[in-house]
Each structure stands twice: as structure tokens, then as C-alpha cells.
């Protein structure tokens, strides 16, 4: 019997992000498909609780609570892991937030947090986990950008530049540790019904403004993301590095 590539079983995933939202749908996911999941937020409890569900779901799971912008406590907690649980065999840096002001009178300070969550933070837990995939020759990075990668609104300069900095730092990892056995690929969501969202899934005229900019005529929901997460993260993808996948309803694909 030929093995199923997209079998997850025994391998090591981390997720940050994912007490809540996107990041508990592909935290989710995995576990579904194999993985041992390890799930990552700021908040204890709420950390807690999520890998308490997933572990009610049958899927082995555990809180590793850590805040992503923080470069010393990632490291330290990566190698927590390394060292009590295995080699995290799949990275999923999906932690992010948004913040919305026009241009002229958006915060510094507000800039350098989107900044520093969306995009830094990719940076900062990357790393740790790729010193210790590198002497392996193995590991899948997935890195969730955005539809914003491509495409740009107002309100959200520094969101879009985020995100298209992701793409692209994503690229990079890809050129620079293909030739070391590690992919990197990118996860591209299109709208969502999120916590993130709340504001515009509940905006008549911009919901009714989506449906009729997207093929497919509706928002997107979370659970759909999972298997776009499976497949790079498995031997399914073994060939697959340094591609953005858009998971969008065919938004970006649309005038």
C-alpha cells in the first residue's frame, strides 16, 4: 500500500497564534491529520483551554505560552520544546493582528506593534526552529500572509506592508534553506469570518461590497484554511517551497 502523503502522524507542529481564530482552525488541522500539536498565545488560560479542546478531539496537544515578539522568551521556549516533547517537525508562524487609522494620523507606536506581530515575529520564532531543523535536514515552515501580500486598501497601510514583507521573507527562507531540506511557503487567506474581521463581517456595506468582489460570493470560514496547511506541511508538498498559496475565493484572481 502506497503511504498517504498527506499523513501528519508523529510529527511535531507548532502554531503560533492559535488559542483562538485562523490559528486554532490550522492548529486543528494538523492534529487531524497526524500532527502533535503545540499551541501557542500570550494568555495562560485561554492557551490552555485551546489545547485542552483539541486534546478532547483526540489530538495530542500542548500550550506554550509566549509572546511571539519577544525574541528571548521564543528561543527559550522552542528549546523548551526540543527538549521535552521532540523536534518540531512543522512551523506555522500564523500570529498577527490589525490595526486601522488613515495614513496621516496613524501612531507610530501602533505602526511598530503591527509591525513587530505580523512580521517580526515570523523572524524571531523562525529562527530558534531552524537552528535545530537545520542539523536534521528536514522541517516545513508555513508562514500565513494575506491577500493584503498583493493587494492594498486604505486604513491599513502598515498591515499591507506587513504582510507583503511576510511574502517575501518567506521567498527568502525558501532560497536560502532549500539546499538544507527545509521548505517555507506561505498561506495567503483571503476575508475571513474572524475576531479580527468582527468589524467588517458586521458592515452591511462592506460585507455586500465582498461578495460581489469575490468569485466565489461569500466569506471564507476558518476551517477551510486546514487543509491548504496540511498539504505544505506534508511529504505531499516535498517539492513545493517558496510558493504564496491563496486561499481566497478567488479574489486576487478577479478584476
Same mark, same amino acid.
Given at each position: 500500500?502506497?503511504?498517504?502523503?498527506?499523513?501528519?502522524?508523529? /510529527?511535531?507542529?507548532?502554531?503560533?497564534?492559535?488559542?483562538?481564530?485562523?490559528?486554532?482552525?490550522?492548529?486543528?488541522?494538523?492534529? %487531524?491529520?497526524?500532527?502533535? +500539536?503545540?499551541?501557542?498565545? !500570550?494568555?495562560?488560560?485561554?492557551?490552555?483551554?485551546?489545547?485542552?479542546?483539541?486534546?478532547?478531539?483526540?489530538?495530542?496537544?500542548?500550550?506554550?505560552?509566549?509572546?511571539?515578539?519577544?525574541?528571548?522568551?521564543?528561543?527559550?521556549?522552542?528549546?523548551?520544546?526540543?527538549?521535552?516533547?521532540?523536534?518540531?517537525?512543522?512551523?506555522?508562524?500564523?500570529? $498577527?493582528?490589525?490595526?486601522?487609522?488613515?495614513?496621516?494620523?496613524?501612531?507610530?507606536?501602533?505602526? /511598530?506593534?503591527?509591525?513587530?506581530?505580523?512580521?517580526?515575529?515570523?523572524?524571531? +520564532?523562525?529562527?530558534?526552529?531552524?537552528?535545530?531543523?537545520?542539523? /536534521?535536514? !528536514?522541517?516545513?515552515? +508555513?508562514?500565513?500572509?494575506?491577500?493584503?501580500?498583493?493587494?492594498?486598501?486604505?486604513?491599513?497601510?502598515?498591515?499591507?506592508?506587513?504582510?507583503?514583507? #511576510?511574502?517575501?521573507?518567506?521567498? $527568502?527562507?525558501?532560497?536560502?534553506? $532549500?539546499?538544507?531540506?527545509?521548505?517555507?511557503?506561505?498561506?495567503?487567506?483571503?476575508?475571513?469570518?474572524?475576531? #479580527?474581521?468582527?468589524?467588517? +463581517?458586521?458592515?452591511?456595506?462592506?460585507?455586500?461590497?465582498?461578495? %460581489?468582489?469575490?468569485?466565489?460570493?461569500?466569506?471564507?470560514?476558518?476551517?477551510?484554511?486546514?487543509?491548504?496547511?496540511?498539504? #505544505?506541511?506534508?511529504?505531499?508538498?516535498?517539492?513545493?517551497? $517558496?510558493?504564496? #498559496?491563496?486561499?481566497?475565493?478567488?479574489?486576487?484572481?478577479?478584476?
Amino acid at each position: 500500500m502506497v503511504p498517504n502523503p498527506f499523513d501528519l502522524g508523529g /510529527r511535531i507542529a507548532l502554531v503560533t497564534g492559535s488559542n483562538r481564530g485562523i490559528g486554532r482552525a490550522l492548529a486543528l488541522g494538523l492534529g %487531524k491529520a497526524g500532527a502533535r +500539536v503545540v499551541v501557542n498565545g !500570550r494568555g495562560a488560560a485561554q492557551t490552555a483551554a485551546a489545547a485542552a479542546e483539541l486534546a478532547e478531539l483526540g489530538i495530542e496537544a500542548r500550550a506554550a505560552v509566549f509572546d511571539v515578539t519577544d525574541p528571548g522568551a521564543a528561543a527559550r521556549e522552542i528549546d523548551r520544546i526540543e527538549a521535552e516533547m521532540g523536534p518540531i517537525d512543522i512551523l506555522v508562524n500564523n500570529a $498577527g493582528m490589525q490595526q486601522r487609522a488613515p495614513i496621516e494620523t496613524f501612531p507610530l507606536a501602533a505602526l /511598530r506593534q503591527v509591525m513587530e506581530t505580523n512580521l517580526m515575529s515570523a523572524f524571531y +520564532v523562525s529562527q530558534p526552529v531552524i537552528r535545530h531543523m537545520v542539523p /536534521r535536514a !528536514r522541517g516545513a515552515i +508555513v508562514n500565513v500572509c494575506s491577500v493584503m501580500s498583493e493587494l492594498g486598501r486604505p486604513t491599513i497601510v502598515p498591515y499591507t506592508a506587513s504582510k507583503g514583507g #511576510l511574502k517575501m521573507m518567506t521567498r $527568502g527562507l525558501a532560497a536560502e534553506l $532549500g539546499p538544507k531540506g527545509i521548505r517555507v511557503n506561505g498561506i495567503a487567506p483571503g476575508y475571513f469570518r474572524t475576531e #479580527l474581521n468582527e468589524a467588517l +463581517v458586521e458592515d452591511p456595506e462592506f460585507s455586500g461590497w465582498l461578495t %460581489k468582489r469575490t468569485p466565489m460570493g461569500r466569506w471564507g470560514d476558518v476551517e477551510e484554511l486546514a487543509g491548504a496547511a496540511v498539504f #505544505l506541511a506534508s511529504d505531499a508538498a516535498s517539492f513545493v517551497t $517558496g510558493q504564496i #498559496l491563496y486561499v481566497d475565493g478567488g479574489m486576487t484572481s478577479a478584476v
